[in-house]
């Protein structure tokens, strides 16, 4: 029996507080992204997957991602969280399972950003405790249970590019095609309304992911520190590379890319950061922020209404990275690991990646697209377009973000609650 250790306990059980931190980083980071109207509706949905998501991992979500069942699922074991005292790691196995959890509530918070401005809550609320169940749940015990087919196989995931960002994005993708257009996609003003709020989403979302990547070790340990650096080395440079691109794209290079570029680092980084060398996270990093950069000028062209980019960062993201680390991972970094192809190793290690994203890719899309008919034809996805115009807000949730008065006979003008104060005529000199 392993001896536990209260240096890794207390680590882990921060690392599970700051990942839990994420979903509310992840509802400004989306929130901020849409118009004024929708900002609650959204928020909402993220504190909504806490919730459900929390009861749902607590009951079965859990026993089905990390029982002892078979290569494909985990069966029954775990439900309703009983025997949580037969882990033999460091940690009590509890800890692991909240730490879990909130990998859990994140994942389907992500596929949110896909589906912004016209999915109906109840649909939302139905769909998010199908999908954490039936697509999230199996995907885990595959590549993360120690009896997983794809972890058996050698797949390397080191915190969730296969099980987190490309599973979320690919099911973002069909959501979004089987919910159709937005009303007045793309032809109407559909910018951000609140910048700042981008920002200060994508600060919380960094700091969370450094217990989301370097808690991934299960331990305060040399594997955390190399991590976590790796973490911070390919966001920044990835940063660079998407602003590199608007540069020379769009002639300006501006805040909601570099928003956009440290989560497309973040992302792609996440499945290596525990397997690639520091220098090998400059490559990951530089290449995500490139490629999805790009990629974001996909959806209008094959008429894709993926709301807030979910495809081009957390899809083409999770994807690259896990490919990435076929080529990139060395086992300087983690012994546990495999050489990748520009380290010395086969192709095979490169090909067990490639076999990983695929099998997550089109089991995620056909059970995903399953579910969202299913709900579609029973009680509907997608809110009316009346209700679209005037907003999720007001017509899902009887509720505004801001306050709004007329001013001088005009309506709709955003305003501060505060009455303004004359400044006297010898002050204004």
């Known amino acids: 029996m392993v001896k536990l250790d209260s240096g890794d306990t207390a680590w882990m059980l921060i690392s599970a507080a700051i990942v839990l931190f994420m979903t509310p980083g992840l509802a400004f980071f989306y929130g901020g992204m849409v118009r004024a109207k929708n900002v609650l509706g959204m928020i909402m949905q993220n504190f909504f997957a806490i919730g459900i998501v929390t009861l749902v991992w607590s009951l079965l979500g859990f026993s089905l991602a990390f029982g002892s069942g078979n290569g494909f699922w985990g069966g029954f074991h775990f439900a309703a969280l009983q025997h949580l005292n037969e882990g033999n790691t460091t940690i009590p196995y509890v800890v692991f399972v909240a730490f879990q959890m909130m990998f859990a509530i994140i994942t389907p918070a992500l596929i949110t950003g896909a589906v912004a401005d016209r999915m109906k809550f109840s649909a939302f609320a139905i769909f998010i405790t199908l999908w954490s169940l039936f697509v999230y ?76 990547n370097a808690g991934s070790a299960l331990a305060a340990n ?31 290079a501006t805040t909601l890319g570099a928003a956009s570029g440290a989560v497309a680092g973040l992302v792609a980084i996440t499945p290596a950061c525990g397997f690639v060398s520091p220098m090998g996270s400059i490559a990951v990093g530089g290449i995500a ?24 960062v957390h899809l083409v993201g999770g994807v690259l990275g896990a490919l990435l680390t076929g080529l990139f991972a060395t086992v300087d970094t983690n012994s546990a690991g495999h050489d990748g192809v520009f380290y010395g190793g086969p192709w095979s290690v490169f090909g067990e990646q490639a076999l990983a994203v695929g099998a997550t890719l089109g089991y995620s899309a056909v059970v995903t697209l399953i579910i969202a008919l299913a709900i579609k034809y029973t009680i509907g996805l997608r809110m009316t377009d009346e209700d679209q115009v005037t907003g999720m807000d007001e017509a899902l949730h009887g509720e505004t973000a801001y306050r709004y008065t007329s001013i001088g006979g005009g309506g709709g003008s955003l305003t501060s609650s505060v009455t303004p104060v004359k400044v006297p005529e010898e002050a204004q000199a």
């Open 222 to 252: 040399t594997l955390a520190g190399f991590a976590l650096l790796n973490t911070q080395i390919a966001t920044g440079v990835a940063i660079l590379g998407w602003l590199a691109v608007e540069k020379l794209r769009d002639g300006k």
């Open 289 to 312: 922020g490139v490629v999805c950069a790009l990629a974001t000028s996909i959806k209008g062209k094959v008429g894709i209404d993926d709301s807030l980019d979910v495809g081009a």
């Open 137 to 212: 749940s199996p995907i885990a015990h595959w590549v993360w249970a120690t009896n997983g087919w794809l972890f058996k196989r050698g797949a390397m995931d080191f915190a969730g590019g296969t099980v987190v960002h490309a599973n979320a994005g690919i099911a973002a993708i069909v959501l979004a095609l089987v919910l159709g257009k937005r009303v007045g996609w793309p032809s109407g003003d559909f910018r951000p309304h609140n910048v700042p709020f981008v920002l200060l989403g994508t600060g919380i979302l960094w700091v969370g992911w450094f217990g989301f």
